[in-house]
């Protein structure tokens, strides 16, 4: 018997899930939180007291950095590169846009032009070193460095794949200057090299937040217990650099492991909506900056998600824009913002019980609230389009048309009609017998414990790598 604590890190919300990893799918205690309410540290040592067995090890599978994504990444990470091509990154950015356009446009790149250094060194596509760096022309360098005051370096030569010799000699002495380096790691299969640096832009940006993350984590547990976070091929990791991206896909890996027999995943969490079918890899993420090499399981993020934006469109219909807003400051059912998103609509409809741990004091003028600014809304919809349904049955269909477009985009995922999707996430059950009344010829499937999945999922994936 091995008595272990998994942890399911969004954003906004810390799932804790103890289990014995022989009957991962008897759960020994459950709690979710609401982290805008309690912290993490503070929430972790709650659920250890009330642990009915001690773990004896701490597994997360996190995507609580993708909040960071939403910066600007590249202020405060250096980059060196090959002296005479610190525009090469800019020049190679890909378009905005697919389609064509009058005024095309490319995506900015994750480095802060300020902080690119270029390097006296060139090795030849052939691996053959033309110009060699010396340990004198290092020193200057670390001084520019140091006077930007940054922390982290991204170390991103020309050919460094054919020849490592400059690469890992800059490594070495930034290393021994105090400097946190990311460069092409051994072995890695990646040849585009402006995908490398990305990467490590990418690895580099969310390291300061990972360590904190850890550190807390670490800090509320009892001296010696390891603490272990999942890569997007589930393997365990502590303190990788390299590891740091590929940990954003562990949860959505962790699906795709658990239903492999299935056809398609539909998971309806609480922070996202997405889909993706088991068993199809890929080695390239398209993210918003461009390809980068990461191999992972493809997941389709749906058009609308749990914190779109309720408003009147340009015909005045109610309506829902763009991607999630995320729970920061939150929805209006919560008590934490103004705008009246999914989330929301969904609680007004279709109330659930966790809502009231969450929001704490005054639930019932939360509700109200959420309530009060539709009629506001309508009340102008009125006013201008001669519209006089009524808030009840306006957001009745809007709710529908979140039910259409959530079960069009499943259904172009299937491969026939005839296909299972699966449903899993915190939603799952409330929107489970909307879709199979609304589109029944689809062949819906409720996964068991849906709300629970991922973090036990980490128990019973590792049982069944164990086999």
């Known amino acids: ?90 020049l190679r950015q890909s378009l905005q846009h697919s389609y064509l356009e009058l005024n095309p446009k490319r995506t900015q790149p994750l480095a802060s032009p300020e902080l690119i250094f270029g390097v006296p060194e060139r090795i030849t596509a052939e691996g053959l070193v033309l110009r060699e760096l010396s340990p004198s022309d290092i020193d200057p360098i670390i001084q520019k460095l140091r006077a930007a005051e940054v922390e982290r370096v991204c170390v991103n030569l020309l050919f460094a794949d054919q020849n490592s010799i400059h690469q890992d000699l800059l490594v070495e002495a930034l290393t021994l200057a105090g ?8 072995g890695s299969l990646i040849s585009d090299e402006v995908q490398i640096w990305r990467h490590n832009t990418l690895n580099a940006a969310l390291s300061g937040t990972f360590s904190e993350v850890r550190s807390l984590l670490a800090a509320a547990l009892p001296a010696g217990l390891p603490l272990e976070f999942l890569n997007s091929n589930l393997e365990p990791f502590t303190e990788d650099p390299q590891s740091l991206l590929s940990s954003l896909f562990a949860p959505a890996e962790i699906l795709a492991r658990l239903y492999a027999n299935h056809h398609v995943v539909l998971n ?8 993706l079918k088991p068993g199809e890899r890929t080695n390239v993420w398209r993210s918003v900056w461009g390809e980068i090499g990461l191999s992972h399981t493809q997941v389709t993020a749906l058009s609308v998600q749990p914190t779109s934006e309720l408003t009147l469109d340009s015909f005045l219909d109610l309506n829902f824009t763009g991607p999630g807003l995320g729970y920061e400051p939150g929805p209006m059912t919560l008590g934490r913002a103004v705008k009246p998103l999914i989330v929301d609509l969904l609680y007004h409809l279709h109330p659930w019980d966790e809502v009231g741990e969450w929001k704490g004091d005054h639930a019932g003028k939360h509700v109200d609230r959420f309530a009060h600014t539709m009629q506001a809304v309508l009340k102008g919809q009125r006013e201008y389009s001669g519209r006089n349904q009524s808030l009840q049955f306006q ?16 259904y172009l995922l299937q491969s026939h009609a005839q296909a299972d999707v699966v449903i899993t996430g915190f939603f799952a059950p409330l929107l489970y017998p909307l879709l199979k009344k609304r589109w029944p010829f689809m062949k819906w499937v409720l996964c068991p414990l849906a709300q629970k999945r991922t973090a036990m999922g980490i128990f019973e994936v590792q049982k069944k790598r164990s086999i």
């Open 268 to 275: 309806l969490g609480l922070e996202s909506w997405f889909g």
């Open 179 to 186: 400097f946190e380096v990311f460069s092409r790691p051994a």
């Open 1 to 90: 018997m091995s008595i272990q604590l998994g942890m399911h890190l969004t954003p906004s919300f810390a799932e804790f899930c103890l289990a014995d990893t022989h009957r991962p799918d008897q759960p020994l205690l459950f709690q979710r939180t609401y982290l805008q309410t309690r912290n993490l540290a503070a929430s972790l040592k709650q659920v250890l007291e009330a642990c009915p067995q001690p773990p004896e090890k701490v597994v997360v599978a996190s995507s609580f950095l993708e909040k960071i994504l939403e910066s600007r990444l590249g202020g405060t990470v250096a980059q060196l590169v090959t002296q005479g091509f610190e525009e090469w990154a800019w």
């Open 395 to 410: 957001l009745q269909e809007l709710l529908d048309r979140v039910l259409d477009l959530i079960a069009m985009q499943t």
